[in-house]
């Protein structure tokens, strides 16, 4: 059964960072792009960045660039996608989840980051 298990959330103060992890089950995270969406309330979910797989190359939502540092890891057995986001602000509030990019059908449960003093 595919599933993604996302964590890493919290609470945090403004400026502060976090670091979200994503693993996958039922399936290898090597050999897909993968991204990292967010959806906050009463919002649609937005993609906010992205890592290819064929040459590594990253892309960022513009209100996340410089903030937000996707990555991966492909060692054996791992295969481990992470978010570094730092320098949090309140409109970073919201529910995280990773996926393949183009995203499939399945998604996780998330996991919330809420960025508030």
């Known amino acids: 059964q595919v599933q993604l298990v996302e964590s890493g959330g919290g609470l945090v103060q403004p400026e502060g960072s976090l670091r979200l992890s994503c693993q996958a089950s039922?399936?290898?995270?090597?050999?897909?792009?993968l991204a990292w969406f967010r959806q906050a309330p009463g919002e649609e979910r937005e993609g906010v960045a992205c890592?290819?797989?064929?040459?590594?190359?990253?892309?960022?939502a513009d209100s996340v660039k410089g903030r937000f540092t996707i990555s991966r890891d492909s060692a054996k057995n791992t295969h481990t996608l992470f978010l570094q986001m730092s320098s949090l602000k309140p409109e970073d509030t919201a529910i995280y989840y990773c996926?393949?990019?183009?995203?499939?059908?399945?998604w996780g449960q998330g996991t919330q980051v809420t960025v508030s003093s």
């Open positions: 996926n393949t990019y183009p995203p499939g059908t399945r």
């Open positions: 039922g399936f290898a995270l090597d050999g897909y792009s």
């Open positions: 890592i290819n797989n064929s040459d590594g190359e990253e892309y960022y």
